[in-house]
């Protein structure tokens, strides 16, 4: 055991002169506590555990932040430039109807517009109504509108009449006249077959017209669908029809397809869709630009 050197008596010394002073009368040393030895295999290395773990939080802190300095310091001294502004996208022109009062329609993937009465609830350009024939085809219509919406209580979705315009591939038919047929007939299959596609609606098609569009300045073919559903809805009509109006392929040259204006109206109930406005809605199909 290591002896600990003789203890010297305290003095004190008087700071200007140096000099010791004698002790006070009552002052007595401080009690010195006797020394404790420790085994050397059970000394702390630090005095504070927690110490540890902050040191090491620290040194990865700026381990990490030098890290950082490094690369962004890299080879060159100039700093990065800033990220150019992505160009925001062009405003859809402002698209007037074409009758005073009336409502305009467009869809976002469709160069065409038309108008509607001003009681039609107009969907949003980019909504799409999209139906499945009983093959598994499927259908979809852009720009669209509805007669009556809503009329039904007892279903979430309800109209009398809808209209929209659909597409049929140049590949698939050869005229204005097959591509008004063929879209008229899909769509009756679609919308008027059997809930589970085994029963298939009763259809007849009128003969095809030529009908005035782009303010007269184009000649387009109509064929309307007549049609007896498979089997009857709480909101259904006893009958409905189907016009389609294709615009000539020339309209929209690098398409690649016939845009197909369509008019699914209800039939032979009170509040159905007159002939008249199906017309007059068709006369206003027009370019957006």
Do not use: K
């Not at 809805?233 to 006893?238: E, L, N, Q």
């Amino acid at each position: 055991m290591t002896a600990w050197p003789p203890e010297e008596p305290l003095c004190f010394v008087d700071p200007l002169t140096g000099r010791p002073l004698p002790p006070a009368p009552d002052t007595e040393p401080l009690p010195v506590a006797p020394p404790v030895e420790i085994p050397a295999p059970y000394r702390p290395i630090l005095d504070n555990p927690l110490r540890v773990g902050l040191s090491v939080a620290g040194g990865l802190t700026m381990l990490s932040f030098l890290l950082v300095v490094v690369m962004l310091g890299g080879s060159t001294q100039q700093a990065a430039p800033p990220p150019r502004p992505v160009p925001a996208e062009p405003a859809r022109p402002q698209v007037v109807p074409s009758i005073i009062g009336w409502r305009p329609v467009t869809a976002e993937d469709n160069p065409f517009v038309y108008d509607v009465p001003p009681d039609w609830a107009v969907e949003d350009a980019g909504m799409v109504l999209a139906l499945e024939d009983p093959n598994g085809n499927p259908l979809s219509l852009h720009g669209v509108a509805h007669y009556q919406n809503g009329f039904c209580a007892e279903q979430d979705i309800s109209s009398r009449a809808q209209t929209g315009f659909s597409t049929i591939g140049s590949d698939e038919v050869r005229s204005p006249r097959d591509a008004a047929r063929e879209s008229a007939l899909q769509w009756a299959d679609a919308a008027f077959s059997s809930s589970d596609g085994m029963l298939r609606p009763e259809v007849t098609l009128s003969d095809p017209r030529s009908v005035r569009v782009f303010a007269s300045s184009v000649e387009a073919t109509e064929i309307t669908a007549t049609i007896h559903p498979a089997e009857p809805s709480p909101c259904g009509a006893p009958s409905a029809t189907i016009t389609a109006v294709a615009l000539p392929l020339a309209t929209d040259p690098a398409s690649g397809h016939y845009s197909v204006h369509m008019i699914l109206a209800d039939q032979e109930v009170s509040n159905a869709l007159p002939h008249a406005v199906s017309d007059e809605i068709i006369s206003t199909i027009r370019p957006t630009t």
